[in-house]
């Protein structure tokens, strides 16, 4: 096959794909606004550009895992710190919890200008640093934390403004109300 100006060699498709995943996994949503897909037409390699809208960008840290970094947050922008107290990897009313209001999309607008998310988790399986370990443990101790979920709002010198009870049938709305009393708004 010989090569032509504009023309390029002829790649199988599995090692484009492959290419355009390893691509897309390695780049920042925020900036992202076009990939170039290559794609296979007749015996030619044509660039087909897909631009990719991010008006529905969430971003990838929305849950902090480092208490002195959601401090820090919370001071500079005047909020407050809701903890998760939580056994990732075990406890059904943590993943129940997460599931049905913590990862609602209902629930992560309400966060915006309100609160700081921070997830201290226990798990039994998961690796975690530990550098994690021994914070969560001493955070643990400090907020006396007997049972998972416990749902915390601080302030953000980490004094408690009080405590969310994670229910059975709690909604986004319900758990949103309750947060809504302790902070006031």
């Known amino acids: 096959m010989t090569n032509r100006v504009g023309d390029a060699p002829r790649l199988g498709f599995l090692s484009v794909y492959l290419i355009a995943v ?7 949503s925020a900036s992202l606004r076009s990939l170039t897909v290559w794609k296979l037409a007749g015996d030619r390699v044509a660039a087909i550009e897909e631009t990719i809208s991010d008006s529905d960008y969430v971003p990838l840290e929305i849950w902090h895992e480092s208490y002195a970094t959601a401090q820090r947050i919370a001071a500079e922008h005047d909020e407050a710190v809701l903890v998760v107290f939580t056994g990732s990897d075990f406890c059904k009313p943590c993943k129940d919890l997460k599931r049905k209001v913590l990862d609602s ?7 915006e200008g309100k ?45 408690v403004l009080g405590q969310i009870a994670a229910e059975k049938d709690q909604t986004p709305v319900s758990f949103m109300e309750k947060a809504e009393a302790i902070l006031g708004i």
Request: proline share 3%; charged share 25%; glycine share 4%.
């Open 115 to 159: 609160v700081v998310l921070l997830e201290l988790d226990y798990p039994r399986e998961t690796k975690q640093s530990a550098a994690i370990k021994e914070q969560n443990e001493a955070l643990k101790q400090r907020y006396q934390i007997t049972r998972y979920p416990t749902i915390l709002l601080l302030d953000h010198n980490g004094d």
């Open 105 to 111: 999309d209902e629930f992560m607008a309400w966060t």
């Open 22 to 28: 390893l691509c897309l996994a390695g780049c920042n």
